[in-house]
């Protein structure tokens, strides 16, 4: 009865959990006992990623409020996430959280995981995907419909020439997002492909395309860090184009209250993390199955230069 009490109190003050005490260790959450839940975590994020950071602190901080172990890996080659998610199901947990920023090439490491039993909820990108794979399901935003959102944005703020800054090769979810602001804008939307891991080149790159068409006059970046890189670019080539992106950090809020980017969309990393670890371990404790087969919706919110002061706190602390 006291676990339970403890237990139930923790889900009371989730919410304080986002000013919470931090994670014992870069991979794992260690249990109060053996018969607490066990979690693994397997995404595409890779180390030293600002968003990927926030979504483990999350995961890691339900692990310690819950007294549920959580292991956390990744790897943005699918055939080695598939491999992590393999070493996951040999060490058969309760429960499996996988990102699918490329669903065809996890597919079958997934459906092994549900074939050895283990419940799987996907994360962040694959939500189209996630049900056909038989994960319970997804927590996160769609991303086609977080980018109408963004293009209707940039429409409000008079944009009508684009460039969107995918910067990873074959994600899905990032083509949907420029997809979706497509959808809305009423202008035109080019597509730019970086490389997320190197950023100093990828603000070359869109310098260079700024310096080429001085028509654009919207800049649309689906990565804290690109944002912050496409900023410099701009002031580099002294355009006049409007910035905005997707997700955020604290670099992002202090450009937004500074006028330099127009407004950031918010899928709430921390709760991509938080909220599966929660849902996995009802499952093992009560049987619990969240989301009925649909997704439960991380975001989008729009940080703009009206609420950012409300936000910066909490990413500077990590958690947005």
């Known amino acids: 009865m006291k676990k339970n009490r403890s237990w139930l109190a923790a889900l009371i003050v989730i919410p304080l ?18 018969d607490e839940a066990v979690i693994a975590v397997v995404t595409h994020g890779t180390a030293g990623d600002s968003f990927w950071d926030v979504v483990k602190s999350g995961a890691e901080q339900a692990g310690t409020d819950l007294g549920a172990t959580v292991t956390y890996q990744g790897d943005g080659d699918p055939v080695k996430q598939s491999q992590l998610i393999d070493a996951a199901i040999a060490s058969k947990p309760d429960g499996l959280i996988v990102s699918m920023a490329n669903p065809d090439g996890v597919k079958d490491a997934v459906e092994r ?19 056909a794979f038989g994960a319970q399901t997804h927590v996160g935003q769609s991303e086609f419909i977080a980018g109408q959102g963004a293009g209707e944005q940039l429409a409000k703020a008079g944009v009508t020439n684009v460039i969107c800054v995918i910067h990873e090769a074959g994600n899905s979810g990032l083509e949907e997002r420029c997809q979706g602001a497509a959808d809305t804008l009423g202008g035109t939307l080019s597509n730019v492909q970086v490389d997320i891991a190197n950023v100093a080149d990828a603000q070359n790159t869109i310098k260079s395309k700024l310096l080429a068409d001085p028509s654009i ?18 002031a ?17 809020t202090s450009l937004i209250e500074d006028g330099k980017i127009l407004f950031a969309v918010d899928q709430q990393p921390y709760s991509q993390g938080y909220l599966p670890v929660v849902f996995l371990t009802l499952q093992k404790r009560n049987g619990d199955v969240v989301g009925g087969g649909q997704p439960v919706y991380s975001g989008p919110a729009y940080v703009t ?16």
């Open 113 to 131: 995981a549900i074939a050895a039993g283990v419940p799987v909820i996907t994360i962040n990108s694959g939500l189209e995907d996630s049900k």
């Open 305 to 320: 230069k009206d609420n950012v002061a409300e936000v910066a706190e909490f990413a500077t602390n990590g958690t947005r």
């Open 217 to 234: 006059d919207g800049v649309l970046t689906l990565n804290p860090a690109i944002g912050v890189a496409a900023a410099q670019s701009i």
């Open 17 to 34: 959990a986002l000013t919470g005490c931090t994670a014992t260790t870069s991979d794992t959450t260690t249990a109060a006992s053996a």
């Open 236 to 252: 580099e080539a002294a355009s006049t184009a409007n910035l905005a992106t997707f997700d955020v950090s604290a670099d992002v």
